[in-house]
């Protein structure tokens, strides 16, 4: 766990024992949550075995969306950093054969390097 250990302290990380108790029922027998990222009011979710994105929908904020997505359907993805003018980072994930990504912007709270180190290490061959 030496990388997920290491981004633990950066603003937008989550706590894993915060996001166990929020998302536990979401996860399978034996999976195990490594890390977890804030974006708004959304959360990316990096687990043993899976990428969760939990998006929160309405004005209420009620209603909300689970996407699970297994590492190995995952085929490429881009990061996007943030410029002078432009305070955002984007992140791309394409996923099995969509040609559409998944895309997600990050605050400058967000340390996109990491999140894409995350990504990085569980796509390796």
Do not use: C
């Not at 633990?8 to 996001?19: I, P, Q, R, T």
């Not at 998302?23 to 034996?30: K, N, S």
């Not at 195990?32 to 929160?56: A, K, M, P, Q, Y």
């Not at 990504?101 to 990085?120: C, G, H, T």
Request: hydrophobic share 40%; no cysteine.
């Amino acid at each position: 766990m030496g990388i997920f250990s290491g981004i633990m302290g950066n603003a937008g990380v989550l706590d894993s024992e915060k996001l166990l108790e929020d998302f536990g029922e979401l996860l399978a027998d034996g999976e195990e949550v490594e890390v977890g990222f804030r974006v708004l009011r959304d959360t990316f979710i990096f687990t043993s075995r899976r990428l969760i994105l939990i998006d929160v929908q309405g004005m209420t904020g009620k209603k909300t969306e689970y996407l699970s997505i297994p590492y190995r359907k995952i085929t490429k993805y881009s990061i996007e950093t943030a410029g002078h003018f432009e305070l955002d980072a984007d992140l791309k994930i394409w996923v099995g054969s969509d040609p559409n990504p998944i895309e997600k912007r990050f605050s400058k709270k967000v340390n996109i390097y990491d999140l894409q180190k995350v990504l990085a290490a569980h796509l390796r061959d």
